[in-house]
């Protein structure tokens, strides 16, 4: 028990079992449940489950509720469209939130001469990321360069880019053909045992260069690079600024888009609005979705105004901007830059200083990296072999659950670290205390 952790019953609750047992009888089980937690409401960044127990919220559920659950803003805005008009699609039909909306989030960007198209899911946006793409070089150029470690979806297109776990891919094949995979540079694990995040970022862009324009693809045929700026399934891995900067000159040089997936870093996550900002470099086209609407579903995909050139008929959705959520979206994105992306700056630097020093204390912690709330510990058996803690991971997970914090991870073996905007210092100082403590057990019992 805490101030804001209350723990009636270990959980899984009766009620939670009930659920749980018949969602395992309707629910095509396909999903990745890291615990047995049912939600039945929240407040901010702490949530209730159906059996009445109160956890701090590490998740965002998932990395989407940037300004916590319920907020109050979100909810007058929502409560007064939904008195106005729900629906009337954008396929075939004109309404005011969808240029009010858009020029909104365009004067909270930092970069002019914008367009944008509306999706429903991260997944339709990167399906918009390709076709805009392909539609951009009239069909002349289909390939594109993807990255190991990434996540961008589970449709077949945007499945093609997504390559952090085989199961993901596995079954599907023959996904979008053109989609070459190149290492992600993860300065901890670099695929080329590079020395320094510098030395890391050279290779990988070497590689592309040297091997696979050289050997494999014509730089003239690659339509565009798809890269996250931090990579979040894959690990939340923040790779090296000189990577982007280099990667973003390699696309001009040979003609080719440079496309950002900031589904999961962006709208104010990581104490900029898209996470790309940190590295000095203009996207040509950013896909959005998750935090963008405090979970209403929308998504979006911004773009340079000459890239973002599909003629009319040639791509659309029934239900993409959605007025409900849009109006939710204006909401959430006046809270992001009222305040809550400097929260997330702040809270951001002091969870990395804390866990930083848990690295000194800890074996097990491997690495600690991340751009303000969005952070990744990543857990290993052995600093020297860095195998991954995979099963103490889920070890900690499981039991920081039982204990009222909810938290899961990213990659191999890292703790994702991925709170509501609105957290406070009070909330993740009782939240660390229990996650602290159950890394501790897991050092321990590695060294026993
Ligand atoms: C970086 C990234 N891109 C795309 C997606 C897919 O989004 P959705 O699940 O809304 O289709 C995700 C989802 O986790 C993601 O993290």
Not at 108 to 119: E, G
Not at 201 to 230: Q, R, S, T
């Amino acid at each position: 028990m805490g101030k804001y952790i209350r723990i009636l019953t270990t959980p899984p609750g009766p009620k939670a079992k009930e659920i749980i047992k018949k969602d395992e009888e309707l629910l095509m089980q396909s999903y990745v449940r890291w615990y047995p937690f049912v939600v039945a409401g929240g407040e901010g960044a702490v949530v209730e489950d159906v059996d009445g127990n109160r956890y701090i919220d590490f998740n965002s559920g998932l990395v989407v509720l940037n300004t916590g659950h319920l907020h109050p803003k979100v909810i007058e805005a929502v409560e007064l469209q939904l008195k106005r008009y729900i629906h009337y699609s954008l396929t075939d039909f004109y309404y005011e939130l969808a240029v009010e909306y858009a020029e909104k989030l365009f004067s909270a960007l930092p970069w002019k001469d914008n367009k944008i198209f509306y999706t429903n899911s991260g997944a339709e946006s990167i399906e918009a990321v390709i076709k805009v793409a392909k539609g951009y070089f009239e069909g002349k150029r289909n390939y594109f360069i993807g990255f190991l470690g990434a996540f961008h979806g589970r449709t077949i297109g945007s499945l093609s880019f997504t390559a952090s776990k085989a199961i993901q891919r596995k079954f599907f094949f023959p996904l979008m053909p053109g989609v070459i995979h190149v290492p992600y540079p993860y300065p901890y694990r670099c695929p080329f045992n590079s020395k320094t995040p510098k030395e890391c970022a050279e290779n990988v862009l070497g590689y592309i260069e040297d091997w696979i324009f050289k050997k494999y693809v014509d730089p003239g045929e690659v339509a565009a690079f798809l890269i996250e700026p931090v990579q979040g399934e894959g690990g939340y891995v923040v790779p090296p600024k000189e990577f982007m900067t280099g990667l973003k000159k390699l696309a001009e040089k040979h003609g080719i888009l440079f496309a950002v997936d900031e589904v999961q870093s962006g709208m104010g996550r990581t104490g900029k609005l898209l996470a790309i900002e940190h590295f000095g470099v203009r996207p040509d086209l950013a896909a959005l979705a998750k935090g963008i609407a405090s979970g209403f579903p929308l998504g979006a995909l911004v773009g340079r105004r000459d890239v973002m050139t599909l003629p009319g008929g040639s791509h659309a959705n029934t239900f993409g901007g959605n007025p409900v959520s849009l109006a939710a979206a204006k909401a959430t994105l006046d809270l992001l830059t009222g305040g809550l992306m400097d929260n997330a700056r702040v809270l951001g630097e002091y969870i990395m200083k804390r866990f930083t020093e848990y690295m000194e204390k800890y074996e097990i912690i491997g690495d600690v990296r991340g751009l303000g709330l969005m952070i990744g510990v990543e857990l290993v058996r052995d600093r020297k072999t860095k195998e991954p803690a995979s099963k103490e991971l889920n070890t900690i997970i499981n039991n920081c659950f039982k204990r009222g914090v909810l938290v899961i991870g990213a990659g191999a073996s890292s703790i994702r670290i991925a709170p509501p905007l609105v957290i406070t210092r009070e909330q993740v100082d009782e939240a660390l205390e229990i996650i602290e403590d159950e890394i501790r057990k897991a050092d321990k019992s590695l060294k026993s």
